[in-house]
């Protein structure tokens, strides 16, 4: 996708020369963030959310007192305007949390095994018993020796690093739940996006004789946390904006953006109409390209009308006693159950779970939406998870008090064999518009974490502002550093697919 006229970064009409405000598409990390760094500079801005609370897919639930996190958010990056940005908007109320994740897995006997995730080499092998890492082994060397040929595919990347016996125990089922697609079907990039390369051999010595240079990469211990949730940075940053000036419409979805030339100059939403100086949207691809009025050319329409995305469900269930388990999650890498994820919410946060003497577990279901999972009926969907958790030996049915469901759609852009081609021909019309820029995850359909989406919100602000002439597209999309505190950028780990997560600094 390089190769582009980014005339819409470039030469911006600046929001305080014209009347209207800028308005904001979308009150997600991105969007807040844009509006919240314009009110800053004291212009006018309007955002338009089509939901009921803001967040996006970052916010936080709350049911009955009980308050859960929907995809698990590690506010821990590398991006030191956006720490200082989290930081400002939180003050007191951001916490300093352990971390700590680990994979659920079944060995060859069926025996249940956690192993740190993300998979470091000495744990793996020491958890994998002399049978199985002569297999891996094996794997290993044949992947290590034999033509690689052309690798389009996750599974061929992955396989040709890694030996297909370690693809198969632990790559396929889980992407494969996230995805609900073969892993034939996923694109290479999205591997070489988020997984670091494995030395085999260097992970074997480590596990079994040490790490004489005593160079070994570490994950971060601790992460900074939100003490009722992310959510509460989203609600905070949306009342500041409104303190500077800034509004926050809710429950006003936008349903046409009206083009003159190449200015989006009015949007529709409910039964306003909001007349636009400059517009900066976090609206997946496909809805934007849907509602623009004239239409964009016939190839774009079918370009956008081609994007996929994969959804998820989360149920949260409120059980009697102890905690489960002392992970933020645990990664449930076991093909006989469904649930793909399991976070205990207390680990969190001691703020998400009223009740002393309960334990608040959310069990997340990849789907799409209007599949049969979507469409289950919520008590049937709390007795799906319970019966899962019991069938993974981590509760007894009788402990169940009561439990919620929350639907997240368009939770993350699908990286199929099309998604790269169809982007671009999209951008072919975005970077024609002068007073337009796309933010955000679903705004670049890329599977950025929170910390770049914020990020890409900041650079577009100063595109439009500054007159600066960032490349918005090409804000680093990489989550995989942000789990590592690194001395040696060669110490093993694998780090599999997840899912939203700040950290996660964003799983998100």
Known sequence: MQGHDDKRNLGLARPGTRENPTVVLGAGPAGLTAAYLLAKRGLPVVILEAENQVGGIAKTAVR????????????????KEVDALWHEIMREEFLERPRMSRIYWRDRRGRAKFLDYPLRGPDVMKKLGPIDLTKALLSYIWAAIK??????????????????????????????KVWGVPTSEIRADWAAQRIKN??????????FFGNRANKVTSLISKFNYPRYGPGQMWETMTDDIEQLGGRVLLN???????????????????????????????????????MAEPKPRTEVVAAARGLRYRDFLTVALVL????????????????????GRIQNFRSWSPWMVP??????????????????????????????AMRELEQLGLARRDQLEFG????????????????????STIRSWLDGLDNFIQVGRNGLHRYNNSDH?????????ENLVDGAEHDIWAVNAESAYHEEETQDEKQPYIEAPETESMKEPLHS
């Open 320 to 339: 009697d006693g102890e905690d489960l388990f002392p992970d933020n999650w645990i990664y449930i890498h076991d093909p006989k159950v469904t649930v």
């Open 147 to 176: 033509p690689k040929g052309k690798e389009e595919t996750y599974e061929e990347w992955v396989s040709n690093r890694f030996g297909r016996w370690l693809f198969n125990q632990f790559f396929k089922s889980y992407t494969e």
């Open 453 to 461: 989406s914020m990020l890409t919100a900041m650079r577009a602000v």
């Open 198 to 207: 494995l030395s085999f051999f260097r992970a074997a010595w480590s596990a």
């Open 64 to 79: 009955d007192g009980y308050r859960f996190d929907l995809g698990g958010h590690r506010f821990f990056t590398k991006a």
């Open 404 to 423: 919620f469901v929350e639907r997240v759609p368009k939770a993350y852009p699908m990286y199929d064999g099309e998604y790269a081609e169809r982007v």
């Open 355 to 384: 009740e002393p003497t309960k334990a608040c577990v959310g069990l997340e279901f990849f789907c799409f939406a209007g599949d049969e999972l979507w469409e289950t009926d919520d008590d049937d969907l709390v007795q799906l």
């Open 252 to 290: 006003h979805r936008v349903t046409k953006l009206e083009f003159e030339g190449d200015k989006c100059v009015r949007l529709h939403a409910r039964d306003e109409v909001f007349e636009a100086s400059a517009v900066i949207s976090s609206l997946p691809l496909r809805n934007v390209v849907g």
